[in-house]
């Protein structure tokens, strides 16, 4: 029996790091051209949107270790969740919710620094200036969405779980989804001027909100795609045109506080509306 059980564990820490090594492997090369010149190498050719192409590490590495290890029983099961929609309760949340916040962020704004509000600039972003909020929303929800919830809530969570309760997973799998993100800090202009302290607020805002993204995957029943719809709206949200950069500090301690809310409210071993963990 103990040998069963440690013959598991060896095979789950076998997915995960082929999950993992292979997530970073995709992205940083996909990324090199971006970052390359920060080590003298300037002759590689940069493609429109390759900063987005290269968020699909994670979604590439969870297909081919799923392929691999669990074959097409298990391709279909991840096909599945990545379009289950109910609870529709969650879909809601997902695609409304990080709207909410930035409403009561600019509300928050309004009365402490008196600055006018302008909730326009909430449906565009300066990277893009020429989306509509429809496209905007697509583009994210295929590159940041699925891109990095197939494979950080769809393939790493349940396997991380499957040895530990929710809120211990969420905080390994954000050591793991934070270092992915490290040749950012090479080209990334947001990321390239970040000191310290705003290092160290990045990394617990991912923290944030992989307590969040957790307490959704459990409670739609393993719901990719509500995840993902959730890590697209945030984006939006927290990289819209707002008109003073403290309404991002603002929606920053609104999020926070509705993470710690939720540990409290629904627990640390489940982390869900519903009295259970859920595994692969």
């Given at each position: 029996?103990?040998?069963?059980?440690?013959?598991?564990?060896?095979?789950?820490?076998?997915?995960?790091?082929?999950?993992?090594?292979?997530?970073?492997?995709?992205?940083?090369?996909?990324w090199?051209?971006?970052?390359?010149?920060?080590?003298?190498?300037?002759?590689?050719?940069?493609?429109?949107?390759?900063?987005?192409?290269?968020?699909?590490?994670?979604?590439?590495?969870?297909?081919?270790?799923?392929?691999?290890?669990?074959?097409?029983?298990?391709?279909?099961?991840?096909?599945?969740?990545?379009?289950?929609i109910?609870?529709?309760?969650?879909?809601?949340?997902?695609?409304?919710?990080?709207?909410?916040?930035?409403?009561?962020?600019?509300?928050?704004?309004?009365?402490?620094?008196?600055?006018?509000?302008?909730l326009?600039?909430?449906?565009?972003?300066?990277?893009?200036?020429?989306?509509?909020?429809?496209?905007?929303?697509?583009?994210?929800?295929?590159?940041?969405?699925f891109?990095?919830?197939?494979?950080?809530?769809?393939?790493?969570?349940?396997?991380?779980?499957?040895?530990?309760?929710?809120?211990?997973?969420?905080?390994?799998?954000?050591?793991?989804?934070?270092?992915?993100?490290?040749?950012?800090?090479?080209?990334?202009?947001?990321?390239?001027?970040?000191?310290?302290?705003?290092?160290?607020?990045?990394?617990?805002?991912?923290?944030?909100?992989?307590?969040?993204?957790?307490?959704?995957?459990?409670?739609?029943?393993?719901?990719?795609?509500?995840?993902?719809?959730?890590?697209?709206?945030?984006?939006?949200?927290?990289?819209?045109?707002?008109?003073?950069?403290?309404?991002?500090?603002?929606?920053?301690?609104?999020?926070?506080?509705?993470?710690?809310?939720?540990?409290?409210?629904?627990?640390?071993?489940?982390?869900?509306?519903?009295?259970?963990q859920?595994?692969?």
């Amino acid at each position: 029996m103990d040998l069963t059980k440690n013959e598991q564990r060896l095979k789950i820490m076998r997915q995960l790091f082929t999950f993992f090594g292979l997530a970073y492997l995709i992205s940083w090369i996909v990324w090199l051209p971006l970052y390359a010149h920060r080590f003298g190498i300037n002759y590689l050719s940069v493609f429109p949107f390759q900063h987005a192409v290269g968020a699909l590490g994670p979604f590439i590495a969870a297909w081919i270790t799923t392929l691999v290890f669990q074959k097409k029983a298990g391709l279909k099961s991840l096909l599945a969740r990545c379009m289950q929609i109910k609870p529709f309760l969650f879909l809601i949340v997902a695609i409304f919710s990080p709207f909410l916040l930035a409403i009561f962020a600019f509300i928050i704004s309004d009365v402490v620094d008196k600055n006018s509000i302008h909730l326009s600039e909430l449906l565009t972003t300066k990277e893009f200036p020429q989306f509509n909020l429809l496209t905007l929303f697509c583009y994210n929800l295929a590159f940041f969405g699925f891109g990095e919830e197939v494979g950080w809530r769809g393939f790493a969570l349940p396997r991380l779980q499957s040895r530990m309760n929710a809120l211990t997973a969420s905080i390994v799998l954000t050591v793991f989804w934070a270092g992915w993100h490290i040749p950012l800090f090479l080209y990334r202009p947001g990321y390239v001027s970040m000191d310290m302290s705003g290092i160290i607020g990045w990394v617990m805002s991912l923290l944030t909100g992989s307590i969040l993204l957790t307490w959704l995957y459990n409670s739609s029943r393993a719901s990719i795609l509500i995840c993902a719809i959730f890590h697209s709206t945030i984006d939006i949200a927290f990289t819209a045109n707002f008109t003073d950069k403290k309404v991002v500090m603002y929606m920053g301690i609104l999020i926070t506080v509705w993470g710690i809310l939720t540990i409290l409210i629904f627990k640390p071993k489940n982390l869900a509306t519903i009295n259970k963990q859920v595994n692969y």
